[in-house]
Structure formats: structure tokens, C-alpha cells
């Protein structure tokens, strides 16, 4: 096996992939480097990440086929990716290379993890001719994996469709069969440029239901700190990017949660602590274009580095939904994408371990709590949940966990076991005594009511024959509520 899983959070993981020039722990990016005309020195490229992608078309493009060692050419001691030319079909139609003999030469160069040509096509392509593709891109994957044993190399299949949900299912099943060691989600760079945020982590949420669950999984083309925390919690492990040159080619700057003009910076210096960012902004403005553009590709390094580092922080805590909650804050498609998870969270309680190591306190809000899958994996739980008794007390208290409560107490005293009680809660609806302290029932802290909590509440009481309520308002169709004003009064219904 050349992926390791060591932690978990949402569909997210940490993993470790096993290269033959050493272990590459994910969630990694890729920066892009050309071998052609590297702008940005390899030196220090690696002060940030310790892999690189590059793009073997171009290489054989330009030794005429014939293998060079890629590590000699670039001057890089780490893990090398290469790509097998189809970011340039989907840019100018075709390429000039067989698919067999681009995968070989990749294994030829030393590369220690080569993609096999597929035909990659965007989001505008018609339907008709996506099919011809996905079935050529296919027919390509069959023949790698023929002789996936005789290549020293790991080989990455992509799985194509863009939005043609039933393309990419199809690709996605098919080449899961294959045994591929990476599968790759092609070419979303267009709705990346368009901010089409939503659109993207559906694609990767179609494929991810549809791969083969264990496989690590690359976005094509990803390299924003707003986008990269999402992939990473619906099951993206890898990225490789060009951002950090791109963007500082027309002095953009990334940030955690946005993109920032050079020209339209008002402050004395760039809203960053790197080091590099100690240069007054009218120094950058006044620098020569190509000492600037150094700077800033310099500083997008280390944005992006230190994005995955805190994405990666939140993975070993558990919080990683607490992190996607501030990010959706950033962008509308953000929020929307995040909103409307819900549709998706049988997948996400599924992969979403129930507990971590060292547990932190989960913040629910209620707006998107329904999305979450903890409130799922309740209800889940409670289809399990027997009532105790024919009545039930539903009451609304603050402490937590809720049976520590001197209400609970208090009222435990009193009725002891006459009465099945149940704990009403904004986020999970309602919480009987015995499940109480089950993690994270208590270990959160909440804002807002969720409707859909509340709407599971009703039906669930439906199994009691009377119901008595205290400090909270259940209005029941069908059933009487005895409303009690104090615990005590409880005491005379049950
Ligand atoms: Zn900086």
C-alpha cells in the first residue's frame, strides 16, 4: 500500500503517501515548476514545500523524447510529480505525444509520481463529445494499468465529467477498478477563475461517493487558501498549483481569506508578517517588476503553506467543520456550498470519525448545523433509543452535560423513574438522560435553533402517551402537553 491514513476529520485526512524518493504527508500541494523558465528559484520553492510538480510534455517537447534526469535538470532533492501534457490539450486542442510513450518517458526521467494522458475538457464542453472523451480517457486507463506493476513510479488516473454528474460516475467506477495508486479530479482551473467554489467541491463530492474510498484523491488546478480547507474536508489529498507565480505575474497577493491587489493596498505595508513582507508597500511599487513579482510569489508560498498547516492542525482536533464555518464567511459560494451540504451527509457521518484522540468543543450554528455529521449521527443513534416509559419530561436547561444539571438532578429525585427524561436541545433536539454524555452531545456550544432538530424533536415524542414540558415550548399537533411552571409541579403528573 503507498497511502497511509494516521487521522481523520469530516471526509478530511492526514495521510502519508510513499513515494521511492521519500514519504509525502498530505494534505500536500504541489507548486508547479517549468523546466523551461523557472521564475521563482527551486531554493526557494523549497524553504516552503518538499514536492514539486512539473510537466513532462514540456520536457519531452524539448529533449526530443530523449530521458534526462528530472531531479538533475531541476536541482531538486524531493518528491518530483509530473504531468503528462493535458493541461495542454484543454488549452490548445491537442498534443503531439502517444499516451503510452508520454507515461513511459515519465518513468524514464526519475519521476516519482507520473499521470497518465487523458483528454480533459471544461465545463463548457457539450455533452456528446465529453462522452467521446471519457471514453477514450477510459480506454487510456486500461492500458496503464496493464503495466502499472513494471513502472517505478506512482500513476495517477483522472476521473473526468466536469458537471455531467452521470460522466463522472461512470468515470469514477470504472477507474476505481483499475487499482490505480492516485486518482486525480481534471481540469476544474475555470470554475476556479470564475469563483465557482460551489460547483468545484460538487464535482468532488460526486466522485469521492463513486471512487474507491481508500485512494488518495488530487484536485487538478487548485491553489487558493479559500477553496483548499473544502477540498480537503469532502477527501482531497493532494493539489498542485501554479498560483503562486501566476498571481504574483500581475501583483496579486494571496491571503488566507481573499486575493489582494497590490495597487489597491492603502497601508504602510502588506497586511502579513512574513518576512518578506517587512518591505514597505511603496518600496514594492517602486521595485524592478521582476524583483517584486519574486517577492510575492514568495509570500503566496508561504500563504499556501500555512494554510494546509492550520487545515492540517484542525484535522488532528477535530474542528475542521469550526474552520469551514470562518472561511464560507469569505465568499458567498462559500456559504451556499457549506449551507447546502446537508444533501450530502450520509457520505460525510459516514467518513466523519465519531470521536478524535484528544477532542476539542464543537461550535454548531444553527444555520448550518444540519449539514454537520454529528446531529446526523444522533438521530441515527436514536432510531436505537427505546422509551423508558410511556410519559415523558421534556425540559430546556443550560448546564452541560445536560444530566449534571441540578434540574436533572433535582428532578431525578423527585420522580425517579416514573418518567422518561428528555433534554431539549437546539442543534440535536432532544437528548434522553441515558445519552447525556455521549461525545459531543455536551462538548459543544451552540447559536441559533435548528428547525430541522426541532421537526425530529416532534415526530420522535410521538411515541409517548403524555408528555410534560418545563422551561421549553413544544406546540404538538396531536398530542396534549402538560406545560408544569416548576419541577415540582411535574411531580403531580407522572
Ligand atoms: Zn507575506
Known amino acids: 500500500m503507498s497511502f497511509e491514513i494516521v487521522a481523520k476529520d469530516i471526509a478530511?485526512?492526514?495521510?502519508?503517501?510513499?513515494?521511492?524518493?521519500?514519504?509525502?504527508?498530505?494534505?500536500?500541494?504541489?507548486?508547479?515548476?517549468?523546466?523551461r523558465r523557472q521564475?521563482?528559484?527551486?531554493?526557494?520553492v523549497e524553504k516552503y514545500f518538499n514536492q514539486v510538480i512539473t510537466n513532462a510534455y514540456f520536457l519531452y517537447r524539448l529533449t526530443g523524447g530523449k530521458a534526462v534526469d528530472i531531479k538533475k535538470l531541476l536541482g531538486w532533492r524531493g518528491v518530483v510529480m509530473t504531468d503528462s501534457g493535458a493541461y495542454q490539450i484543454l488549452r490548445?486542442?491537442?498534443?503531439?505525444?502517444?499516451?503510452?510513450e508520454i507515461l513511459y518517458f515519465q518513468q524514464k526521467i526519475g519521476s516519482d509520481i507520473g499521470v497518465i494522458l487523458d483528454l480533459p475538457f471544461d465545463y463548457e464542453e457539450p455533452y456528446e463529445s465529453a462522452l467521446l472523451k471519457v471514453e477514450e480517457t477510459i480506454r487510456r486507463a486500461k492500458r496503464a494499468a496493464a503495466v502499472?506493476?513494471?513502472?517505478?513510479?506512482?500513476?495517477?488516473?483522472?476521473i473526468q465529467g466536469a458537471l455531467y454528474t452521470d460522466l463522472l460516475i461512470r468515470s469514477a467506477k470504472e477507474l476505481s477498478k483499475l487499482g490505480f495508486h492516485i486518482y486525480a479530479i481534471g481540469s476544474p482551473t475555470t470554475l476556479l477563475e470564475e469563483y465557482k467554489f460551489d460547483l468545484i467541491l460538487k464535482i468532488v463530492l460526486d466522485v469521492k461517493l463513486n471512487m474507491m474510498r481508500e485512494a488518495p484523491l488530487?484536485?487538478?488546478?487548485?491553489?487558493?487558501?479559500?477553496?483548499?480547507?473544502?477540498?480537503?474536508?469532502?477527501?482531497?489529498?493532494?493539489?498542485?498549483?501554479a498560483s503562486y507565480i501566476l498571481y504574483a505575474r500581475d501583483d496579486r497577493i494571496i491571503l488566507r481569506d481573499r486575493t489582494l491587489r497590490l495597487d489597491d493596498v492603502k497601508t504602510e505595508y502588506l497586511p502579513c508578517s512574513t518576512k518578506l513582507c517587512y518591505t514597505p508597500v511603496k518600496e514594492l511599487r517602486e521595485m524592478p517588476k521582476q524583483e517584486r513579482m519574486m517577492l510575492i510569489a514568495e509570500h503566496n508560498l508561504?500563504?499556501?503553506?500555512?494554510e494546509l498547516l492550520e487545515i492540517k492542525q484542525r484535522i488532528y482536533e477535530g474542528t475542521l467543520w469550526e474552520y469551514l464555518e470562518i472561511k464560507a464567511r469569505a465568499h458567498p459560494a462559500l456559504y451556499r456550498f457549506l449551507k447546502n451540504l446537508h444533501r450530502y451527509r450520509r457520505l460525510l457521518e459516514e467518513y466523519d470519525p465519531e470521536t478524535h484522540p484528544d477532542p476539542h468543543g464543537l461550535f454548531f450554528f444553527a444555520d448550518t448545523a444540519s449539514s454537520r455529521p454529528e446531529p446526523m449521527r444522533h438521530w441515527t443513534r436514536m432510531s436505537h433509543v427505546s422509551a423508558l416509559s410511556k410519559?415523558?419530561?421534556?425540559?430546556?436547561?443550560?448546564?452541560?452535560?445536560?444530566?449534571?444539571?441540578?434540574?436533572?438532578?433535582?428532578?431525578?429525585?423527585?420522580?425517579g423513574d416514573r418518567a422518561h427524561i428528555l433534554f431539549y436541545d437546539p442543534i440535536f433536539g432532544i437528548i434522553p438522560e441515558e445519552l447525556a454524555e455521549i461525545y459531543p452531545l455536551s462538548q459543544n456550544e451552540s447559536e441559533g435553533e435548528d428547525e430541522a432538530a426541532r421537526a425530529r424533536a416532534y415526530e420522535w415524542l410521538d411515541r409517548y402517551d403524555v408528555i410534560i414540558t418545563y422551561n421549553v415550548d413544544i406546540p404538538l399537533v396531536n398530542k396534549s402537553v402538560i406545560k408544569a411552571s416548576s419541577l415540582e409541579e411535574i411531580a403531580l403528573y407522572v
Open 218 to 241: 488530487h484536485l487538478f488546478g487548485a491553489g487558493h487558501p479559500l477553496v483548499l480547507p473544502f477540498a480537503v474536508a469532502l477527501g482531497v489529498d493532494l493539489f498542485d498549483s
Open 302 to 306: 508561504a500563504v499556501l503553506r500555512e
Open 12 to 35: 478530511g485526512r492526514i495521510g502519508l503517501l510513499y513515494t521511492k524518493s521519500g514519504v509525502v504527508e498530505t494534505p500536500a500541494l504541489f507548486p508547479v515548476v517549468d523546466p
Open 391 to 415: 410519559k415523558a419530561v421534556v425540559i430546556r436547561v443550560n448546564e452541560k452535560p445536560y444530566n449534571r444539571s441540578w434540574e436533572y438532578i433535582y428532578l431525578k429525585g423527585i420522580i
Open 148 to 158: 502499472l506493476k513494471d513502472l517505478d513510479m506512482l500513476v495517477v488516473a483522472p
Open 92 to 100: 490548445y486542442g491537442t498534443v503531439e505525444v502517444d499516451p503510452d
Open 39 to 44: 521564475e521563482v528559484p527551486l531554493e526557494v
